[in-house]
Every structure is written in C-alpha cells, then in structure tokens.
C-alpha cells in the first residue's frame, strides 16, 4: 500500500482476515479501538479513516520485526511523539496532520493534553516503515540508474516554488 493509497472496508475486512483478526474484540485489541467501532466499521460502506491503513502497515512491521501476531504496542507519550515527529522529521501540527489526515486542531488537544488515542503509536510505526520503505527503494533506483555522461548530479536541496516568490 502506498501512503496515498486508501483502504476499503472491504480491503481492511480481507487484510484482517489474512491475519486471523476475524472477530471484532481481535481487531479492536490489534488497532486499539472499542470492539463497538469494529462493528460499525462492518456495517458502513465506503473507506476507513486513513490512520486504519497506517496502523495495518505498522502492525505488519512489528509482525516482520517477529514481535509476535498480537505485538504488544507501548502507548504513545508526549516523549515518544516527539521523537517520532522528530524521526520522520515533522516539525509542525500541521505537517503531523496531514500524515493521519487528521485535523491540526486534533494533533494539538493531543500534545496539550499528554493524550493520544491508542492505535497512535501503530500508525506512526506504519508511516515511519513506508517512509523508509520509500528511501530504500528510491535509494535502490538511484544507485541502479544509468549514470548520464558529463551531467551533473543535483547537490543540496531544491528550492521550492514558494522560495522564490517576492
């Protein structure tokens, strides 16, 4: 799945199924939500909230990491937060709601109030692991690209467009 992918809940139902998760209690142990919010998660159409995907990638990391079918999962702190962001370098509520999809208002009442929900540390887990998985591969693309004769590779940053505006 790529971080602009969306998931369906029939796509999350088939996921769960392929590890065992059949029962809503099982799912809701996996992704820290009420077994209540698996049910109507079955019940309604369309997509699930992007954080569900994330946190199916972070909960296939811990499993590829062998920490177990059922990986017991630290909650997220204030600390832990920001040594992700940190990681992933996320320097803004804005850039850290992007990620979830989330509103900046809701990554604030976390941080201000030392609270996060509990499937929070499987989602940062699940977009920390697609974004090295992404460095890795463009690593790998980069390193197997026919080198072009007498151009230059790019150094330093490039310049955004809002850069060079008056």
Known sequence: MTPSEKMSRDKF???CGRRGLTMPGQISVVLGVSPQTVRNWRKEDGEVKYWVSLACDGYDACVEANLGPVPQIPRMSVESFNNWKQRCQ?????EVADVFRLTKQAIHNWINKGHFPEWLMLACLGFEWRL???????????????ETAGTAAPTGPVPSIEADQP
């Open 132 to 146: 090295r998985r992404r460095e890795a591969e463009e690593a790998a693309a980069a390193a197997t690209a026919p």
């Open 13 to 15: 139902f088939d996921w």
């Open 90 to 94: 996320l320097s803004t509520d804005d």
